[in-house]
């Protein structure tokens, strides 16, 4: 009897039927929002509904050394959730409750599988909010927020999440729980295991539960700034000005003349101005309106055509075109969507890089930033047909433009990944940012916790 025959038995006896076979439900498991699939077909997915049927999955893994691939909604963008021959796929999603709701404290302890959007429709009944605000927010999950350390396009103001993530509820491989973190606002006792679990793409355990620091309702006016400029280099220089001026605004979006133009085709706008840019800035509390006239004053001496909006709605139909980037490049072709970070000041010159690699390779390369922080998401778009599983794998070419792009990032003090992660596609260059004593220091530490090196393989730590 073959491991994965012995495993999928024992899963049956134990959990009946949470455990799927489905053939729809085993393809769906390959793949991710990446357009990376992996090789072959996991041996079930378990649907689990409790902490303790993930105990029982990772017990079973254990016991007869089967991999497991932790999975929430699938909508990773490096092929970190994906899983194929031989795997478990461990679903999370249908744990999806709010245990707790604490507003003297500041605090909700839920489970992994409830949408960022969700929880923040629930908490907004108390005045309260969780910061982190991922694009994908109406279909991401926030145990997936937390395990790929997801960002968004509040960040630059109200950080990320490793910054509203007090502690986290963790299954280790051999199936015992722990309890990491604190409900206190301070906690130094010992290291801080719950920052490290914090993007750690399913290689260190399952995530079971959370207990997210929350804010108040932010109070006072929404203020909007469109501004457009000629091109995307002169709108990058216009957001590093926005940061060295000061100012704070809650969100500061760039969307180069490619995506700017692919989305209004998608929304049926009128066509922009050819190779114009634009800047989508919004602040937010008491002084919002003041920061935005002071804002929009640093985008006109910067040579923006610049508008501005104290009406809530009409802000969210500004940020709409933002938010739409993903369905737009569908229309273009296949998209890679690629996810580099630079300092902020650096952002003009990794413009001109992405320009220099559309050229030498011969590639359109549509690009959105979050310019508050630096962040930029490439799509490097290509032609091709699915398989029979809905993937289209990128070709060789794209890859050779991408790996130029990421060492143009790290030249310029960047980073390989600012929210997405490693997963699969980019596990092949972590070395080159950490450096091969981090790289195997880190793969170490993945080893005390997961000593079989059965929790998500192939990902993060591969060469």
């Given at each position: 009897?073959?491991?994965?025959?012995?495993?999928?038995?024992?899963l049956r006896?134990a959990?009946?039927d949470r455990?799927?076979?489905s053939?729809?439900?085993?393809?769906?498991?390959?793949?991710?929002?990446?357009?990376?699939?992996?090789?072959?077909?996991?041996?079930?997915?378990v649907?689990?509904r409790?902490v303790?049927?993930?105990?029982?999955?990772?017990?079973?893994?254990?016991?007869?050394?089967?991999?497991?691939?932790t999975?929430g909604?699938?909508?990773?963008?490096a092929?970190a959730?994906?899983?194929?021959?031989?795997?478990i796929?461990?679903?999370?999603?249908?744990?999806?409750?709010?245990?707790?709701?604490?507003?003297?404290?500041?605090?909700?302890?839920?489970?992994?599988?409830?949408?960022?959007?969700?929880?923040?429709?629930?908490?907004?009944?108390?005045?309260?909010?969780?910061a982190?605000?991922?694009?994908?927010?109406?279909?991401?999950?926030?145990?997936?927020?937390?395990?790929?350390?997801?960002?968004?396009?509040?960040?630059?103001?109200?950080g990320?999440?490793?910054?509203?993530?007090?502690?986290?509820?963790?299954v280790?491989?051999?199936?015992r729980?722990?309890?990491l973190?604190?409900?206190?606002?301070?906690?130094?006792?010992?290291?801080?295991?719950?920052s490290?679990?914090?993007?750690?793409?399913?290689?260190?355990?399952?995530i079971?539960g959370?207990?997210?620091?929350?804010?108040?309702?932010?109070?006072?006016?929404?203020?909007?700034i469109?501004?457009?400029f000629?091109?995307?280099?002169?709108?990058?220089?216009?957001?590093?000005?926005?940061?060295?001026?000061g100012?704070?605004?809650?969100?500061?979006?760039l969307?180069?003349?490619?995506s700017?133009?692919?989305?209004?085709?998608?929304?049926?706008?009128?066509?922009?101005?050819?190779?114009?840019?634009?800047?989508?800035?919004q602040?937010?509390g008491?002084?919002?309106?003041?920061?935005?006239?002071?804002i929009?004053?640093v985008?006109?001496?910067?040579?923006?055509?610049?508008?501005v909006?104290?009406?809530?709605?009409?802000?969210?139909?500004?940020?709409?075109?933002?938010?739409s980037?993903?369905?737009?490049?569908?229309t273009?072709?296949?998209a890679?969507?690629?996810?580099?970070s630079?300092?902020?000041?650096?952002?003009?010159?990794?413009?001109d890089?992405?320009?220099?690699?559309?050229?030498?390779?011969?590639?359109?390369?549509?690009?959105?930033?979050?310019?508050?922080?630096?962040?930029?998401?490439?799509n490097?778009?290509?032609?091709?047909?699915p398989?029979?599983?809905?993937v289209?794998?990128?070709?060789d070419?794209?890859?050779?433009?991408?790996d130029?792009?990421?060492?143009?990032?790290?030249?310029?003090?960047?980073?390989?990944?600012?929210?997405?992660?490693?997963?699969?596609?980019?596990?092949?260059?972590?070395?080159d940012?950490?450096?091969?004593?981090?790289?195997e220091?880190?793969?170490?530490?993945?080893?005390?916790?997961?000593?079989?090196?059965?929790?998500?393989?192939?990902?993060?730590?591969?060469?």
């Amino acid at each position: 009897m073959s491991e994965g025959t012995a495993a999928l038995d024992l899963l049956r006896a134990a959990l009946g039927d949470r455990v799927d076979t489905s053939p729809a439900s085993l393809a769906a498991a390959r793949a991710d929002k990446s357009g990376h699939a992996a090789a072959g077909h996991p041996v079930a997915v378990v649907h689990a509904r409790s902490v303790d049927d993930v105990q029982q999955t990772l017990r079973i893994a254990t016991r007869t050394s089967t991999p497991v691939v932790t999975r929430g909604a699938g909508t990773g963008l490096a092929g970190a959730a994906n899983a194929g021959t031989g795997e478990i796929a461990l679903s999370v999603r249908g744990m999806d409750r709010i245990i707790e709701v604490r507003p003297d404290d500041l605090l909700a302890v839920v489970e992994p599988g409830i949408l960022n959007a969700d929880l923040n429709a629930a908490l907004a009944e108390y005045g309260l909010w969780w910061a982190p605000d991922p694009a994908s927010r109406a279909i991401s999950t926030v145990g997936g927020n937390i395990a790929t350390g997801a960002g968004g396009l509040l960040c630059a103001k109200y950080g990320v999440v490793r910054d509203a993530v007090l502690g986290v509820d963790l299954v280790l491989a051999d199936g015992r729980l722990l309890r990491l973190g604190h409900r206190t606002v301070k906690g130094v006792t010992g290291l801080d295991l719950t920052s490290l679990v914090i993007g750690s793409e399913g290689t260190l355990g399952v995530i079971v539960g959370a207990t997210l620091k929350l804010r108040r309702l932010v109070p006072g006016e929404v203020c909007t700034i469109a501004a457009t400029f000629p091109d995307v280099r002169t709108a990058a220089e216009a957001s590093a000005a926005v940061t060295a001026s000061g100012a704070q605004p809650a969100i500061m979006e760039l969307m180069d003349a490619a995506s700017l133009a692919a989305v209004h085709a998608l929304l049926s706008l009128e066509p922009p101005t050819p190779g114009a840019a634009q800047l989508t800035i919004q602040t937010d509390g008491p002084a919002a309106g003041a920061e935005a006239d002071a804002i929009a004053q640093v985008l006109q001496r910067t040579g923006g055509t610049v508008a501005v909006s104290h009406d809530r709605e009409e802000g969210e139909r500004l940020l709409a075109i933002r938010r739409s980037m993903h369905p737009a490049m569908e229309t273009l072709g296949t998209a890679l969507i690629e996810d580099v970070s630079v300092p902020r000041s650096a952002l003009p010159a990794m413009f001109d890089e992405i320009a220099r690699v559309e050229r030498e390779h011969g590639i359109v390369i549509p690009t959105v930033a979050h310019a508050g922080d630096g962040n930029l998401h490439p799509n490097f778009i290509f032609p091709g047909e699915p398989d029979e599983f809905g993937v289209i794998e990128a070709p060789d070419y794209i890859w050779r433009a991408a790996d130029d792009l990421f060492r143009a990032a790290l030249r310029l003090g960047g980073t390989l990944t600012g929210e997405h992660g490693v997963g699969v596609l980019k596990s092949r260059w972590l070395a080159d940012e950490l450096g091969d004593d981090q790289w195997e220091l880190q793969r170490q530490i993945t080893r005390v916790f997961d000593p079989q090196g059965i929790l998500n393989p192939g990902k993060v730590f591969t060469r």
